[in-house]
């Protein structure tokens, strides 16, 4: 079927208007009329090109899709038609490896298939996101939107939500544990949200005064200046888990300080230039400095649950997709709380 989107036809051009091809419906597949798409910082990575050469281009960026599903394939099971579905940031995996075996899909070593920017298991047909009107896509990959989580503020969860509630589980984030969060964006207010909801005692850490309001608000029991040398001086051994979530580069030596006895710090941002790290910050103290990448399709459905149970949802602005240029420019210079959330409804219009 073809259908409406917005593409990035070159690198760092501008979304326009497009229409793309979806696959036929086959046995094992789902429809999933989009009604949300959330925009990461990496699809303007992506469409700009700030990850290297070699992305695809006309590119149809989104991997945080929340949408109902209007049909479903003959084999299907494990959704129906009007269940609220999610797309996260890939569609399909290889299945076979080590790690799709054990439960790490979302850590393939044969091929991941993104949700764009990639291609289909044929090596060949490529793939398109989230800004556009529907996707077609394997059930074993769409993820169970509970009903009570409202579908706009749903979307990210299928990013910056699993990609910050991954390492804060894994690690066994919970009561009796101090967690500090870096940076208070887009995947940052989120791990702030989930670490406080699994039961911890959450710092929020920021070079910037006026997000200490925004993080007492959204449940951090403490905040602290990057630049309050005091503060700091205070603070150091006292953490016993650090989510790093900004994608800028950080003086990692300085962070690890903050951390106690066999002390974590995660990284889950991105930046785009090496990060150094003086040996002597790990071994003190038997620390770890380790790194996450979004997380699997189990960990997302756990997500989503622990979300609905706890009545979490990202902090949204919601707009029309033909100002999707301006929010793009916006979210590089950090003006936007939390998240832009795409109304699809507009591609109509």
Request: glycine share 10%; net charge negative.
């Amino acid at each position: 079927m073809d259908v409406k989107a917005y593409a990035a036809p070159a690198p760092g051009a501008p979304l326009v208007p497009t229409t793309i091809a979806r696959r036929d419906l086959g046995p094992d597949d789902i429809l999933i009329e989009i009604k949300y798409a959330g925009i990461c910082h990496s699809d303007i990575h992506q469409g700009r090109e700030e990850w290297g050469q070699g992305m695809i281009f006309p590119m149809v960026p989104g991997h945080e899709i929340a949408g109902v599903v209007t049909e479903i394939g003959s084999n299907v099971t494990k959704f129906k038609v009007g269940d609220h579905a999610g797309v996260g940031c890939f569609v399909d995996s290889c299945r076979e490896c080590v790690n799709c075996k054990a439960g790490y899909d979302h850590y393939c070593l044969g091929h991941s298939v993104s949700t764009y920017n990639g291609v289909e298991k044929d090596m060949t047909t490529p793939t398109y996101g989230g800004y556009s009107t529907h996707i077609v896509m394997d059930e074993n990959y769409a993820l169970h939107i509970p009903e009570s989580l409202d579908l706009a503020k749903a979307a990210p969860l299928l990013c910056a939500g699993v990609t910050t509630y991954s390492p804060l589980s894994h690690w066994n984030v919970g009561p009796g544990k101090k967690v500090a969060v870096v940076g208070l964006g887009g995947l940052g207010h989120m791990g702030l949200k989930i670490a406080k909801a699994m039961g911890a005692e959450v710092t929020l850490i920021s070079h910037s005064p006026n997000k200490e309001e925004d993080a007492k608000r959204l449940g951090a029991d403490h905040f602290l200046l990057s630049t309050d040398k005091d503060a700091w001086r205070a603070a150091r051994y006292s953490f016993d888990f650090i989510l790093n979530t900004v994608s800028v580069n950080i003086n990692v030596d300085r962070y690890m300080g903050l951390l106690g006895l066999h002390g974590v710090m995660c990284m889950v941002g991105v930046p785009t230039e090496p990060l150094s790290v003086q040996t002597g910050s790990i071994v003190s103290s038997q620390k770890s400095l380790v790194g996450s990448g979004i997380g699997s399709i189990r960990e997302t459905q756990e997500m989503l649950n622990f979300c609905a149970e706890h009545d979490l949802g990202s902090e949204i602005e919601i707009i029309n997709i033909q100002d999707v240029n301006e929010a793009w420019d916006r979210v590089v210079a950090s003006d936007v709380k939390f998240r832009f959330v795409i109304d699809i409804a507009s591609l109509n219009k």
